[in-house]
């Protein structure tokens, strides 16, 4: 045989009313809204970071090594060519 059950199933009407009735809204105190404010709101620096100044640094670094480089291998292909000129102007005469 079957036991009863401890609690009766609730229809939803019966639910909604027992909920509305236990359920009350809640005004939250002010010093909660202020700690929640307080860990949502996050200060802004002015200007850059110290990590964003390395950033730049570092890439000013890198363009203008990879100028030098440029423009040395422009110098040796320069020198390279006045030789192989001068090179075959001597072998000419």
């Known amino acids: ?21 236990t359920l009350v809204p809640v005004e939250p105190s002010p010093q909660f809204l202020h700690r929640l404010r307080a860990r949502l709101v996050t200060l802004q620096q002015y200007g850059p970071s110290k990590w964003t100044l390395v950033a730049a640094a570092g890439t000013i670094l890198v363009l ?16 390279g060519i006045v030789g192989l000129l001068t090179t075959q102007r001597d072998r000419r005469a």
């Open 1 to 21: 045989m079957q036991q009863p059950a401890a609690h009766a199933a609730l229809s939803q009407q019966q639910l909604e009313q027992l909920l509305q009735a």
């Open 64 to 79: 203008v090594g990879a100028t030098f480089a440029v423009g040395l291998r422009l110098l040796l292909l320069t020198v």
